[in-house]
């Protein structure tokens, strides 16, 4: 079964695989970051995905119906 290829879910999970690598990379000892660094980057990670979500939508909806009519 195939799907349609979804931008801002895709733009989601590159960044909370980000926030992921930041916190394990602080885990390991390679770097050192605060808590409160997983806040905004998740949190705008997740507000941007939202929004080309709905870009998305919008512009694949104007596409059907431009192709229905006549």
């Known amino acids: 079964m195939r799907r349609e290829f979804g931008p801002g879910r895709l733009l989601a999970g590159v960044v909370l695989m980000v926030t992921a690598v930041v916190y394990f990379g602080d885990a390991g000892g390679a770097w050192s970051t605060p808590w409160f660094v997983a806040i905004p980057l998740v949190l705008?990670?997740?507000?941007?995905?939202g929004a080309v979500?709905?870009?998305?939508?919008?512009?694949?909806?104007?596409?059907?119906?431009?192709?229905?009519?006549?």
């Open 53 to 70: 979500g709905t870009v998305t939508h919008s512009v694949r909806r104007r596409r059907a119906q431009n192709s229905a009519r006549p």
């Open 44 to 49: 705008g990670g997740l507000c941007l995905a």
